[in-house]
């Protein structure tokens, strides 16, 4: 069984429960997707599905051999399976598969910040504001050793890229879906961007 579909952030809103109470929900467009690939044991070592979504305007000629007419699908992206009951080449995966009050995991890329400072990136308290450090105050500080190691460790916070990385947040409350739109309304924050591609999987927390 598939426990997994590809989808993509349209941004957050507020909705109110059957309790009167507000919700803040990120909405997500989900699917439809196509199983493209069936990957077995027996021929790649692992069970998963490939699933497709998306359009994509052109495709190389090799791409358009692997999607096999199926559709012209921007994205491709494999989950990881324990069986491969009832999956099938062609199969369609929507919102269905998913239902409200279930848990699901969101993985995404998150937003970029560029080249980012210590106190920006790792929280720094900076420099004295006083005694003279008058060009001190969001400065890192010392970061080498005395003679023995002579040199600065490896994962030592410093300045630089900042976000831009997979991330993956865990147990989020599905409030509501959707099947008609294909939409999924997930309580909370999802990584990532308006727009930008997310993976969505039935969380092991709900096990």
Do not use: W
């Not at 997500?28 to 699933?51: F, H, I």
């Not at 001190?136 to 900042?162: E, Y």
Request: hydrophobic fraction near 35%; charged fraction near 25%; include cysteine.
């Amino acid at each position: 069984m598939i426990n997994g579909i590809i989808g993509k952030k349209l941004g957050m809103t507020q909705i109110y429960s059957a309790g009167g109470k507000v919700e803040p929900v990120t909405v997500l467009q989900v699917g439809p997707c196509t199983v493209v690939q069936v990957k077995t044991p027996e021929r790649d070592g692992y069970t998963a599905a490939q699933l497709g979504f998306g359009e994509s305007k052109n495709l190389t000629k090799a791409e358009k051999g692997h999607v096999k007419d199926m559709g012209n699908f921007r994205h491709l992206r494999e989950f990881r399976l324990d069986d491969l009951d009832g999956v099938e080449v062609g199969n369609q995966v929507d919102v269905s598969l998913f239902a409200d009050g279930e848990l699901i995991d969101v993985t995404g890329v998150s937003k970029g910040r560029g080249f980012a400072g210590t106190v920006k990136r790792h929280g720094f308290a900076g420099g004295p504001k006083t005694h003279g450090q008058s060009d001190r105050h969001r400065a890192p500080g010392s970061i080498g050793a005395t003679t023995t190691p002579g040199r600065v460790f490896k994962g030592t916070r410093m300045a630089g890229h900042m976000g831009h990385e997979q991330v993956t947040v865990s147990g989020l409350k599905v409030i509501k879906t959707d099947v008609e739109k294909n939409l999924l309304l997930v309580r909370g924050a999802v990584p990532g961007a308006k727009n930008g591609l997310i993976l969505i999987k039935k969380s092991k927390k709900s096990k």
